[in-house]
């Protein structure tokens, strides 16, 4: 993969997931009801943007401390839960950065297996 492709994706996973993140509870329980899903499409969804951003950040990092993708993931984690103080019916919840963290654990985990079998041939 190249850094011209990579680096843009990254950057829309990241809009994505401040979009999701500012938008007004009652716009999110429409989207839910129109998509007919439960209220575990919010953890869902976080879960599989942080494999991502975890995933690309690694791949961006290769040639960095391998710990150091993870340790980035830790600001949008945060991040996205801060700015849920700004948005209507919408609670921050510390047990949300776990399943984000998971989420980034599960991308880092990919991405360092993927080196390791391409690096063994």
Known sequence: MKVKIVAPAL???????????????????SIQRWLGASNTIQ???????????SGLLSWLMRHRAPWLPLALCLIPA???????HFSPHRH????????????????????????????DS
């Open 11 to 29: 950057a829309a996973v990241l809009i994505i997931l401040a979009a999701g993140t500012l938008m007004p509870g009652e716009y999110e329980a």
């Open 92 to 119: 921050p919840r510390l047990s949300d950065v776990g399943i984000d963290m998971l989420g980034a654990s599960l991308g880092w985990l990919l991405v360092q297996l993927t080196r390791l079998a391409t690096s």
């Open 43 to 53: 953890p869902a969804s976080h879960f599989v943007l942080f494999v991502m951003i």
């Open 78 to 84: 945060l991040g996205t839960e801060w700015l849920q």
